[in-house]
């Protein structure tokens, strides 16, 4: 794997507007879980728009009622033909506005994210935080305009897997079935799931139990909290 090859890929149209992360000096807890959610706002979501607003507010409200709140900080980065990149906050500032449409820029959400996921780890980690993280990726269909390569985002992916950080995957409809496996994400860490409204209610409450349960394990320093069955809950 080339580490020094990923950390110089420069993803262009970027959206920004809610890039900025928690001032590392602003983190009290000794113990910190970073839970990145990636997830596709391209035209196919359109009909979903409405649900997935509800369910990204049920998101918010499920982490920062949890007790595992403090020890949590959580971003949401959407992407269609622009990647709009989301900073690391407090549950309660997590941002649950939702729009769908355009075509896909998977591959190079994947790699922006591993990027700004591992950079802001150092961060943490250089202020005397213990740090965990997990990456959770939803997608209702293919790649059709990165400009890099399924082979690039299967690196940043594996690159992730072996410092320890959770991927997971939901594959939103049959669609995006076996983009996980393209990608090298771990069986144990996949969920595909009919794309219904109904279905998305359910697979979205999962990620948020599934991000508590894991910042409880990394809490209590349990071994297998970076990636083992993140959706066993």
Known sequence: MNEEYLNNIVVDGL?????????????????????????????SMWPYEGVMRECLKHYKQAIEG??????????????????ETGGYVAPEDFNT????????????????????LLDYMEQLKNNGTNTRACMVIL????????KYRASDARQAVQDLISKEITVA??????????????LGIKKQNVKEVSNDESELRRVID?????????????????????????FDV
């Open 66 to 83: 949890s007790k595992q709140a403090d020890e949590m900080l959580v971003s949401k980065t959407l992407f269609n033909n622009t990647i």
């Open 206 to 230: 999962l990620v948020s139990k599934s991000a508590i349960s894991a910042s409880k394990k990394a809490s209590s320093g349990a071994t297998d909290a970076g990636d083992s069955g993140f």
């Open 169 to 182: 995957f939901i594959a939103f409809g049959q669609e995006a079935f076996g983009i996980a496996d393209q």
């Open 97 to 116: 506005d939702y729009s769908a449409n355009g075509v896909t820029r998977l591959f190079d959400a994947i790699i922006d994210r591993r990027q700004r």
């Open 15 to 43: 959206d920004e507007t809610y890039a900025a992360n928690m001032d590392v000096d602003e983190v009290v807890s000794p113990s910190i879980m970073l839970v990145d959610f990636v997830i596709d706002r391209t035209g």
């Open 139 to 146: 997608s209702d269909g293919h790649d059709n305009a990165s």
